[in-house]
């Protein structure tokens, strides 16, 4: 596996040097683990642990984030959101469907 570092530049990854690969050639970039600055990295479905090790593992680590709280107005905010989102998705499928309201 070729190790790549590079910095990003206006939304842009620079390598370091010369890169020793073909045009057209396509390659995964990841952030450094632990990286404070880091983006939010998810699982694709091939990554999901599927041994029981794996899967106790991957509960272990679940168990250890700590729960979000919400104060009452975050909560009542987001009871809002959810209630806009199912009146615009109502709306939307109605219109889809040539139904009237």
């Not at 530049?9 to 045009?23: A, N, R």
């Not at 952030?31 to 899967?55: H, K, L, V, Y």
């Not at 729960?67 to 109605?94: G, H, I, Q, Y």
């Amino acid at each position: 596996m070729l190790d790549i570092t590079g910095t990003v530049q206006d939304g842009v990854i620079v390598p370091d040097g010369p890169l020793e690969l073909p045009d057209g050639s396509k390659v995964r970039i990841t952030s450094p683990e632990g990286a404070a600055d880091a983006p939010i990295r998810m699982m694709r479905e091939d990554d999901w642990p599927t041994t029981p090790e794996g899967i106790e593992e991957h509960v272990r680590r679940m168990e250890s984030f700590e729960p979000c709280v919400l104060s009452p107005e975050e909560e009542a905010a987001l009871a809002a959101w959810r209630a806009e989102m199912k009146r615009f998705n109502v709306e939307a499928v109605r219109k889809q469907m040539g139904l009237s309201e």
